[in-house]
């Protein structure tokens, strides 16, 4: 299984960009997708996650209202919009997927992914 994010790079504070994430794999559907992230100096942190079936999400407080997650279900990727960015949004991104879905309460614990993309930076500076 792989997962392979695209779309980071450099924004102004209030900019947007959207980072995508394909997971490929022989047979492999995830149940469960997330962005998590890593600011220097800080350890990784949930960002959003989204269930493959009903579409259910969760955020990390610090993105609600600004952030959104989405699917493709058909695709199997998932998107991160990300708007109105601060200073603070400047980190690596990870994508996350794991096989089987899972209740909203457990989707921010790293622990419940089995698969990791190799990370993309994101940077919000002026």
């Known amino acids: 299984v792989q997962l392979q994010a695209s779309g980071g790079g450099s924004v102004q504070p209030g900019g947007s960009l959207r980072l995508s994430c394909a997971v490929s794999g022989r047979a492999f559907i995830p149940g469960t997708m997330a962005w998590f992230r890593q600011a220097p100096g800080k350890e990784r942190e949930f960002v959003a996650a989204v269930r493959r079936n009903d579409g259910a999400t969760r955020y990390a407080d610090s993105v609600k209202g600004r952030f959104t997650i989405s699917r493709d279900r058909t695709k199997n990727i998932v998107y991160l919009q990300m708007n109105s960015q601060k200073p603070e949004d400047t980190a690596v991104y990870y994508c996350?997927?794991?096989?089987?879905?899972?209740?909203?309460?457990?989707?921010?614990?790293?622990?419940?992914?089995?698969?990791w993309g190799q990370g993309i930076l994101v940077t919000v500076s002026s």
């Open positions: 996350a997927a794991r096989s089987g879905s899972i209740i909203t309460g457990s989707m921010s614990w790293h622990t419940v992914y089995e698969y």
